[in-house]
């Protein structure tokens, strides 16, 4: 009931998380580059069968946790009354779908446990590169069951950042010495391979949503970085709108750095 708060075991949670993802990545993973049904929702948003039976799954599943708990999933309609929830579960049954009817590999399924506005305990799988991503509150992030710690070091020469091109050129123009890698589809791996090292800095355009963000989010933190908006707050969850503005994610040292460095163009960066 909302209003009445009782403490959970957020490791517990996590591996519940895990598990959850673990068999949602089967199911999306036998539908994989077969045959399956997709179309377009809104403007240009794609979605296939495969999301649906996800979301499904992972409703049912994580249901079973705690009733309790309010639902806020990109293929689910969106009840009001989640806002009110003291605990919600944040999922995007597939993310990066474009990716997934595509045959390509950079998709995952993203769930995350959100409390008072904030990630604290976090899954995301991408089940085609096999890459297990866990996150628990105030004790770690890990790949696999191996630790993760974002890049270290404050200079943005030489790191490797992936994002929408508007954003790598307008960086670019100011450090020179950056190293572009291609962007990646799934936006909540673009900002967890902060946190496992293997980019230094993630941007995300406008129009991002609770649901490509949660679990991510939490997996940078314990790893050592951040994720923000561009004038360094950090992202509120289970909002009435679930919809964010532009986001930067980097490790602490390199993301004060960056900070600082796009003031000096701001117009760019808005």
């Not at 579960?89 to 390509?104: E, K, N, Q, Y």
């Not at 939490?218 to 503005?245: C, K, M, S």
Request: glycine residues 8%; hydrophobic residues 45%; charged residues 25%.
């Amino acid at each position: 009931m909302p209003g009445v708060e009782h403490a959970i075991d957020a490791v517990a949670i996590t591996a519940q998380l895990a598990a959850c993802v673990r068999e949602a990545g089967a199911l999306a993973l036998s539908k994989f580059r077969s045959p399956f049904k997709s179309w377009t929702k809104g403007v240009s948003s794609p979605v296939s069968e495969v999301d649906i039976a996800v979301d499904e799954l992972l409703r049912e599943t994580l249901s079973r946790i705690d009733k309790s708990y309010g639902w806020l999933s990109e293929e689910s309609a969106d009840d009001p009354a989640r806002a009110a929830a003291e605990r919600v579960w944040v999922v995007d049954p597939i993310d990066g779908t474009r990716a997934f009817i595509a045959g390509l590999t950079d998709w995952a399924i993203s769930a995350a446990l959100v409390e008072r506005g904030r990630p604290i305990a976090a899954a995301l799988f991408a089940p085609a590169e096999d890459a297990l991503y866990l996150a628990t509150e105030g004790r770690g992030a890990t790949l696999n069951g191996a630790p993760l710690a974002a890049s270290d070091g404050p200079r943005i020469a030489g790191a490797r950042v992936t994002g929408p091109k508007r954003r790598l050129d307008a960086l670019a123009r100011l450090e020179s010495g950056i190293v572009p890698l291609p962007r990646v589809n799934s936006l909540a791996l673009r900002i967890a391979r902060v946190g496992a090292g293997t980019v230094d800095i993630a941007f995300a355009g406008p129009e991002s949503h609770d649901w490509d963000l949660a679990a991510a989010d939490l997996i940078v933190q314990e790893a050592g970085a951040l994720l923000t908006t561009f004038d360094g707050r950090i992202v509120t969850y289970n909002r009435p709108n679930p919809v964010h503005g532009a986001l930067v994610a980097a490790g602490r040292a390199r993301h004060e750095t960056l900070l600082r460095l796009m003031q000096r163009e701001p117009a760019a960066f808005a």
